[in-house]
């Protein structure tokens, strides 16, 4: 099965400074069939539902603002929020799609400063 | 409106069984595939099982393969998680997810329901 590991697990941030959550597989997440890296990121609130951020490794999901953004290749991915403002508050996961089981990393807590 | 509404969740013994339901509403049932993700308390994600759109082609977390079956009835727009000889290390609560709009990412989640295995 392929570990995602994320770091770091507990994330500081004061609002309107940039923040960065590091996500890395166990094996490359490039799909050499079709071209497509496999990773997507998710935000969970407080109280809520996982939501969906960041799918394919870089295609921001509907409505999700453009301060976030997820890059990478191969087994290092980043997802980057240029500005945190306070909703942004949760947990963040990054996932594999690229084969059965799917597993996500261990989760990044985003706390305000 | 599209909607995912999660439930059957309770408080099972160990070795026991429980169904869960998730009923689902504003788009075509029988074009997606579906997904169960389930969470610990206070802990993180875990992947549980996925069915095929058509329901041909299902695929399991190796913890639950052979104790746990994922089926759906696309006349009722419902997908099924069959639990059974429920362990300890399965309580958590359990989300149906979906790719409604992506390729296969989880851009829709119910709200959960939850399973606790306990004497």
């Known amino acids: 099965d392929i570990v995602m590991t994320q770091t770091p697990l507990s994330l500081p941030v004061t609002p309107g400074e940039p923040a960065s959550i590091s996500c890395r597989s166990s094996?490359?997440?490039?799909?050499?069939?079709?071209?497509?890296?496999?990773l997507d990121w998710y935000l969970q609130k407080p109280g809520q539902s996982p939501q969906l951020l960041i799918h394919t490794l870089s295609y921001r999901a509907s409505g999700v603002p453009d301060r976030f953004s997820g890059s990478g290749s191969g087994t290092h991915f980043t997802l980057k929020i240029s500005r945190v403002e306070a909703e942004d508050v949760g947990v963040y996961y990054c996932?594999?799609?690229?084969?059965?089981?799917?597993?996500f990393g261990q989760g990044t807590r985003l706390e305000i400063k | 409106q599209v909607q995912l509404v999660e439930s059957g969740g309770g408080v099972v013994q160990p070795g026991r069984s429980l169904r869960l339901s998730c009923v689902t509403s504003g788009f075509i049932f029988s074009n997606f595939g579906f997904h169960w993700v389930r969470q610990a308390p206070g802990k993180g994600l875990e992947w549980v099982a996925v069915i095929t759109s058509d329901g041909a082609d299902t695929y399991y977390l190796d913890s639950v393969r052979g104790r746990f079956t994922i089926s759906r009835d696309n006349s009722r727009n419902t997908l099924h998680l069959q639990m059974n000889s429920l362990r300890p290390e399965d309580t958590g609560l359990y989300y149906c997810a979906s790719a409604i709009v992506t390729d296969d990412a989880f851009d829709i989640w119910g709200q959960g329901t939850m399973v606790t295995v306990s004497s």
């Open positions: 996932l594999h799609r690229l084969e059965y089981p799917y597993t």
């Open positions: 094996e490359s997440l490039l799909d050499r069939d079709d071209g497509n890296t496999y």
